[in-house]
């Protein structure tokens, strides 16, 4: 910016004020701020470091105000901070030896290297308050879900076009069987925000469980309201998903809300996370029963409890192993994620090879003989503190 442009700059700088504000969103007292640092940053370079300098907006005048302050001394060792009695009478013909003279300089006076700086002083600190806005206006939004256009890619990172700012969807964050080019709009959950050298970065996320949540707080009225709640989800993004739902009104039916008339809400889920399958199983207080519901639509024979190794041994049926367990162990997988719980699914027939086996050994322990081996389920039971379901 050279001082021709200064010039007619400070000619009209309450419209610039004005005009930078509206475009950046940013308070006047900011763009005020940014001017005055920038004018100070100029004197500098033609008054040196050690000046005792100030610069302030006078709206009346509409310009930036320069002043040099100086101590009134009866003999002047620094130049720039001092300033003898009779030069200061000039000034001032009241002025006392210790007082402190503020002297308005001429900006016009200024070169156009040091113009040129202050230009770049008041971009950067425009930068910087809009980032820092940004910022504030971003923070608190994790969790929420957001919508924005793809507006290029890097590596194999999608960088998202918000409106006022970009977000990122890591690799990592993106499900596999998605495909998008730019300008295709896309949706994503906020899992962070956080601050970097080139303003605030926002981590978006389309596989985690959280975004499957999200959506259907959007699509279902009873978990948005309060009266259906999502306890658990997990996900095979891309895939297939499981949520356990569970209604605080007994007269609401949880699955059946959040599949909605003709499977109207989890087909809008469906549809927005591209075809990814969703089982809706309902929630249940006790932990087999809930790995029961996790495992439709495989149907559970037993389930045996290991508390102490928070465990769980499902018994299903021979025509049952295959679906229990699903495609590449998709099906066990997701219910493990779901219940939190460890598992273990075998066909009703292994378990009576291991139980004939397991009788045998116990047969074969002096004082046992066969007859008490015959109960040896109930013997294992006691020495392991492991409790036997029997799933009606």
Known sequence: MAMTEATEMDGDLTRVINSVSRDKNLDKAIIIDALEQAVLHAARRDY????????????????????????????????VREISVPEAHKLDPEAAV?????????TGSFGRIAAQSAKQIIVQKVRDAERAQIYEEFKDRTGEVLSGHV???????IIVDLGRTEAVIPYREQMPTERYRVKDRITGYVLEVK?????????????????????????VTEIYDGIVTIESAARDPGHRSKIAVYSRDPSVDPVGACVGMKGARVQAVVQELNGEKIDIVPWDKDPARLVCNA???????????????????????????????????????????????????????????????????VANIPGIGPMRA???????????????????
Not at 98 to 106: F, V
Not at 377 to 392: G, K, T, V
């Open 374 to 392: 015959s109960n040896s389920r109930c013997l294992l039971d006691d020495l392991f503190s492991i409790r036997l379901f029997h799933i009606q």
């Open 195 to 219: 601050r970097s050298s080139r303003g605030p970065q926002i981590i978006m996320s389309r596989a985690h469980p959280g975004f499957l949540v999200r959506l259907f707080e959007q699509h």
């Open 98 to 106: 210790g007082d402190a003279l503020g002297i308005k300089l001429d």
């Open 151 to 157: 507006r290029r890619f890097e590596r194999n990172d």
């Open 295 to 361: 495992l439709a639509p495989a149907q559970v024979s037993k389930v045996i409890v290991d508390d102490g190794n928070h465990s769980m041994e499902v018994i299903v049926g021979d025509d049952q192993l295959s679906l229990a367990i699903g495609k590449r162990g998709q099906n066990v997988r997701l219910a493990a994620q779901l219940t939190g719980w460890r598992l273990d699914i075998k066909s009703e027939g292994k378990l009576e090879q291991e139980l004939v086996g397991a009788k045998v050994s």
């Open 48 to 79: 040196g470091a050690t000046a005792d300098l100030e610069a302030h907006y006078n709206e009346e005048n509409n310009e930036i105000e320069l002043f040099q302050f100086r101590t009134v001394v009866e003999d002047v060792a620094d130049e």
